[in-house]
């Protein structure tokens, strides 16, 4: 595993791993994380491919993990700009070092949604979505809905107002976050275009996608539903082929996937439905 440090077009610095296997397959997998989730939690899942002859990078967005300022108040970054312009400088310089490589790209939640921010994503041969979905509050179920309306709705804008950013650790949601990312997921919940809202406010490119995408939503992912997940296919990349693959729970070794818990190793054997696919 190797440390890198990129520099993006805006001069911010992108902290990103490198894992290269002993033979190498000509292969490269790039991971997209979700929301709040530094890059450590995918190192066993990019170890796991690195040791099938997969070259692998995991990369922290601007604000999140390695990639966190000093001071997190009013620290200029937005989910746009992880799409447009960290994601981009990721992809940047894999088609200048792995230019003869099978390229292959997984968007972990908000790590798909990004994907139509970044005109090289044609680079990739296909597509792996990870607990991905147009996330608009009507698309959840009775519950989610009800904690997303008053959470994105009512504490999150006070929070992120009191603070300069949002301390999303304090709800279980994972890394605080840059006071744009927590208002860019506001409207994610709450308004009805979901992604499309936000790509009416940067570069969109999600029409010009038409690879094959293998797509994973769990049984227990609380947070996702299938209607929301065949939304950001039917409405947000509808030039993609998608194969949808439901994981149940019985399928893991804990009888827990959620949102997160795919990558954990002890889901080791679930990694094989991706590993089947791009081998």
């Given at each position: 595993m190797e440390k890198l440090i990129l520099i993006t077009k805006d001069q911010t610095q992108i902290a990103?791993?490198?894992?290269?296997?002993?033979?190498?397959?000509?292969?490269?997998?790039?991971?997209?994380?979700?929301?709040?989730?530094?890059?450590?939690?995918?190192?066993?899942?990019?170890?796991?491919?690195?040791?099938n002859g997969f070259t692998v990078i995991t990369y922290d967005y601007r604000g999140i993990g390695l990639s966190k300022p000093l001071k997190m108040k009013n620290f200029k970054a937005s989910m746009r700009t992880w799409g447009n312009e960290d994601f981009k400088t990721v992809t940047?310089?894999?088609?200048?070092?792995?230019?003869?490589?099978?390229?292959?790209?997984l968007g972990h939640s908000v790590g798909a949604l990004i994907i139509g921010m970044n005109k090289h994503s044609k680079i990739f041969e296909k597509f792996i979505f990870v607990a991905t979905q147009n996330a608009y509050i009507g698309n959840l179920k009775w519950k989610t809905r009800l904690e997303a309306f008053f959470g994105f709705g009512i504490a999150q804008p006070f929070f992120t107002e009191l603070f300069g950013y949002f301390p999303a650790h304090w709800?279980?949601?994972?890394?605080?976050?840059?006071?744009?990312?927590?208002?860019?997921?506001?409207?994610l919940i709450l308004n009805r275009k979901?992604?499309?809202?936000?790509?009416?406010?940067?570069?969109?490119?999600?029409?010009?996608?038409?690879?094959?995408?293998?797509?994973?939503?769990?049984?227990?992912?609380?947070?996702?539903?299938?209607?929301?997940?065949?939304?950001?296919?039917?409405?947000t990349y509808p030039n993609l082929k998608p194969d949808y693959r439901f994981l149940k729970t019985s399928e893991s070794e804990r009888g827990e996937i959620g949102h997160i818990n795919f990558f954990r190793s002890y889901n080791k054997k679930l990694w094989s439905v991706i590993l089947n696919e791009i081998l």
């Open positions: 990103a791993h490198l894992f290269k296997p002993e033979k190498s397959n000509g292969k490269i997998i790039l991971i997209n994380s979700a929301t709040g989730v530094k890059q450590h939690v995918y190192f066993s899942f990019a170890q796991f491919f690195a040791e940047e310089f894999i088609i200048k070092n792995f230019a003869d490589y099978e390229k292959f790209c709800f279980g949601l994972g890394e605080s976050l840059p006071k744009n990312c927590a208002y860019d997921w506001r409207t979901s992604t499309g809202k936000l790509l009416l406010k940067t570069a969109d490119f999600s029409k010009d996608l038409d690879q094959k995408v293998l797509v994973l939503y769990a049984e227990d992912d609380v947070w996702l539903t299938e209607k929301g997940v065949k939304n950001l296919l039917t409405e």
